[in-house]
């Protein structure tokens, strides 16, 4: 008697903690400082602003979406990086795009170039990044 009630305890304290788990729910909406833009259309070419030079990289086909990236240069400085596409098919894709896209922008102002660190847990988007960013930066002559 006493097995049967610590397997019905044990079972019944898994299924609340299954049950009780809950994922995130913030997007990849939350990136500060650069822009992230969702889009269904690949977006290409460069463009001259007051605030320097946009070149976009080329759309990049991942196992789980394409990734495309536009930089802005100034002389020879990376400016700002915008995410014109990222995987966005399901909710596991916007919970680790959320986290991976500030943190591969971010590390693109720091290096200034394309040599950066994929970010954990996000390889496959990382890759996609890195060959959209060095796409850019090679049409940017950097």
């Known amino acids: 008697m006493r097995r049967i009630v610590l397997w019905f305890m044990t079972t019944v304290t898994a299924l609340v903690l299954l049950f009780g788990y809950s994922t995130s729910t913030s997007g990849p909406g939350a990136v500060g400082g650069s ?14 602003s007051a605030s320097g030079t946009t070149v976009t990289g080329s759309v990049v086909q991942t196992r789980w979406g394409p990734v495309q990236v536009a930089v802005t240069v100034e002389g020879s400085v990376i400016t700002d990086v915008s995410v014109l596409q990222y995987p966005t098919g399901n909710g596991k894709d916007q919970e680790i795009n959320s986290y991976a896209l500030p943190v591969l922008v971010s590390e693109t102002l720091d290096a200034q170039n394309a040599g950066i660190d994929m970010v954990s847990g996000a390889t496959v988007t990382s890759d996609g990044y890195v060959q959209s960013l060095q796409s850019a930066l090679d049409q940017a002559g950097l």
């Open 35 to 48: 822009t992230v833009i969702a889009s269904g259309d690949p977006v290409t070419g460069g463009t001259a």
